[in-house]
Nanobody, 125 residues
């Protein structure tokens, strides 16, 4: 059974940095993985994705500030966030799927077959 567990969320001042981690278990192959975020009352927003070949897709809203990386041997996904803004406040969810095309940035949250429980990031001025 595939399981994704996020960690690293917290509260930070505007301009600060945080790194989120997602550890996957229950599988022994490389999947398309990524991050969505959600603010209450709004749709999930795709943030960053990396497919099984290491091809990365980053949302324009975070480009230049967020970096996604993956350590395949450990099935661990990272999201390094810097120059954080108030509007980055959200619950961040790790996602994964066997379909690499989902990591092009066009797939919705519900397209992905596996999700973590989410980790809260709060940015304050």
């Amino acid at each position: 059974q595939v399981r994704l567990v996020e960690s690293g969320g917290g509260s930070v001042q505007s301009g600060g940095s945080l790194t989120l981690s997602c550890v996957g278990s229950g599988y022994d192959y490389t999947m398309c993985m990524g991050w969505f975020r959600q603010v209450p009352g709004k749709e999930h927003e795709g943030v960053a994705f990396i497919d099984s070949d290491g091809i990365i897709s980053i949302a324009d809203s975070v480009k230049g500030r967020f970096t996604i990386s993956q350590v395949n041997a450990k099935n661990t996904l990272y999201l390094q966030m810097s120059s954080l803004k108030d509007e980055d406040t959200a619950t961040y969810y790790c996602v994964a799927d066997e379909v690499d095309d989902y990591c092009s940035g066009s797939a919705s949250y519900t397209d992905f077959g596996y999700w973590g429980q989410g980790t809260q990031v709060t940015v304050s001025s």
